[in-house]
């Protein structure tokens, strides 16, 4: 397949299987495109009678200009007689990793911190971790499909969903290596998921939110708001505990989230109901000095993180089996439903795409982020939280004031 390749198609091309698009305007260069959706650059050449491919990088790493340069750089190379791959493959045969443990430190620095945005990084550190416990020491090429197998296994036993996360991590990371031709090994090819993930029911009634509400006010602070930011506002985890003093207007109540903290990759607005000035109001006074709204007493200048045990008492408080703070969005999205929000949005507040139908929305309506209907939604559902608790009025908005 032949296209003059523009950065947009580039960043946007996808296929149900791999295909190789060869630049119209750079002769040699092409694009390499993975149903994953894992995109690289190589040049192609002819040497000692032979068709050869060099592998430039990975996209977006390496852009669509930079390709171009080194395209060039490599056919100079060509005409002066001498073979870019075979250098290459020499250079790999003395540098190659040769154990799981070297392949997962390679991978975490050239895939997960540069092409990872840095909320995502510490999910898929955290399970390269398993696989790093287990395989360290492992040659690269020895690795079998039996030995994953049973690896996963014993984590699906009690975690399936985990299970299938770690899978998919460990499968990525065996693509790396034989996308750069580190090994012609990959035990996770067409391997068929592990964890059979079972629906869980999310339903919580108005005594268990009562429950969960007083549960949080025995945790310290600021872990205690942050969690109740979590049930009032129905915003993610990761988003809302890197928040910042300097992400808040205070003069129209919006937090605004910068497009790299988002899932969507996009700017997100959240309007701030009385019951999320409430909490804000009250926190000012302990971490207003600080960037993050969330600072870490244990770690200054950083936001909270890791919340396993945080999760565990909870539960334990409100007398909840299996609850996950992730509950917490689920409980504002049925609450919402149950207040006959629109259900576009609900989606808008969440910041779920399927759920605000972006899909169908038209061009003439791309500017326009729904900022008076999400602040109805969540102003209701503050009101609805605020009964549900106590009753009790919020309080007028006056951060740092």
């Given at each position: ?249 205070t003069e129209n109540a919006l937090w605004i989230i910068p497009k ?142």
């Amino acid at each position: 397949m032949e296209k003059n390749l523009t950065d947009a198609y580039v960043k946007t091309v996808a296929s149900p299987k791999r295909i190789e698009i060869f630049d119209t305007s750079k002769s040699g260069l092409a694009l390499r495109v993975n149903p994953s959706g894992y995109k690289s650059f190589f040049y192609r050449y002819r040497f000692g009678g032979k068709i050869k491919r060099f592998t430039i990088g990975g996209y977006p790493s390496v852009s669509l200009a930079e390709a171009r340069r080194r395209a060039d750089e490599l056919r100079v190379q060509v005409h002066a007689g001498e073979d870019p791959q075979g250098e290459k493959q020499r250079l790999k045969n003395k540098e190659a990793p040769k154990t799981i443990g070297e392949l997962a430190d390679l991978f975490e620095e050239e895939y997960i911190e540069r092409e990872l945005k840095e909320s995502t990084q510490s999910s898929y550190k955290s399970r390269l971790n398993k696989i790093r416990k287990k395989f360290s020491k492992y040659s690269v090429d020895e690795v079998t499909r039996g030995d994953v197998k049973r690896f996963l296994k014993k984590i699906a036993d009690k975690q399936p969903y985990n299970a299938n996360r770690v899978q998919a991590i460990f499968s990525k990371m065996y693509s790396f290596a034989f996308e750069e031709e580190y090994t012609d090994n990959h035990p996770l090819k067409r391997l068929s998921k592990f964890g059979e993930e079972e629906t869980r029911d999310t339903n919580y009634y108005p005594e268990d939110i009562r429950n969960l509400w007083q549960a949080m006010e025995e945790e310290r602070e600021p872990t205690q708001s942050l969690i109740k930011l979590l049930l009032i506002t129905g915003q993610r985890l990761g988003e809302t505990s890197r928040m910042k003093w300097a992400d808040i207007d205070t003069e129209n109540a919006l937090w605004i989230i910068p497009k790299k903290e988002t899932k969507g990759d996009r700017v997100h607005v959240v309007p701030l109901s009385d019951k999320a000035i409430e909490v804000l109001e009250r926190l000012h006074e302990l971490t207003g000095e600080k960037d993050y709204v969330f600072n870490s007493p244990k770690k200054d200048g950083q936001p909270l993180s890791y919340f396993r045990q945080v999760m565990d008492r909870i539960e334990k408080r409100a007398e909840l089996e299996d609850f996950r703070l992730h509950d917490l969005r689920h409980i504002v999205a049925t609450n919402m439903q149950r207040l006959k929000i629109d259900f576009m949005h609900i989606g808008k507040v969440l910041n779920h795409k399927g759920m605000a139908k972006e899909y169908i929305v038209t061009s003439r309506y791309i500017d326009y982020d729904y900022l008076d209907e999400k602040r109805d939604a969540l102003q209701k559902w503050s009101n609805e939280l605020d009964r549900i608790i106590s009753g009790k009025k919020a309080n007028i908005f006056k951060i740092g004031g």
